[in-house]
């Protein structure tokens, strides 16, 4: 059985949808995963302000969830199957399969960031707030790269730009992890003289 023609503007429909989708998808985990990192470390501050903040995590982050998050990642999935039935040839293509791969992943991050939802909110997580934030970078080492495959397809960059390019997003993890300490060993700092 074969499926009938789709009008020629489905496609443009679908790839509209698809951007949308994945816009809305990524800057929910992008933020969601910032809201775990101020959930944990609410945990150093004092009751009753420390179960204030940590209810209000919560709550945010089961709205971000379930009110951004999972529906940008339907749209981006629902979307990207009209996509490949409009264009059934690309699954046939190694750049499909790569991007493909990382979707996957993408959804084990997704997956793996309720699971942690579901830890802070029983209390019974143990990522530190560093973790959080290195955790915080994948999505965006694996936007770049989706964005790579679909904009350079079976011509994939192996050139000086490739690694620039990579050389960045590393730069610019590390920096955040750098102020993050900076940060930290900051306050502690005023803390002790405070004290003293």
Known sequence: MTLPALPPEAYLWFKTLHIVGVVVWFAGL???VRLFIYHVEAEGLEDPVRSAFQAQYALMERRLAGIITTPGMVV?????A????????????????????VVVALLVYHWFCYRLMGQLSQGTCRWSGRQLRALNELPTLMLVL???????????????????????????????QFYARWRRLRLEQEVLAGGA
């Open 76 to 80: 981006a999935v629902v979307m990207a």
């Open 30 to 32: 992008f933020y969601l």
């Open 82 to 101: 009209g996509l490949l039935i409009a264009q059934p040839a690309w699954l046939q293509q190694g750049w499909m399969h790569a991007k493909l791969a």
């Open 146 to 176: 989706v964005v790579m495959l679909v904009v350079f397809k079976g011509q994939f960059p192996t050139g000086a730009a490739t690694w620039f390019l990579v050389a960045l997003v590393v730069a610019m993890a590390g920096s955040i």
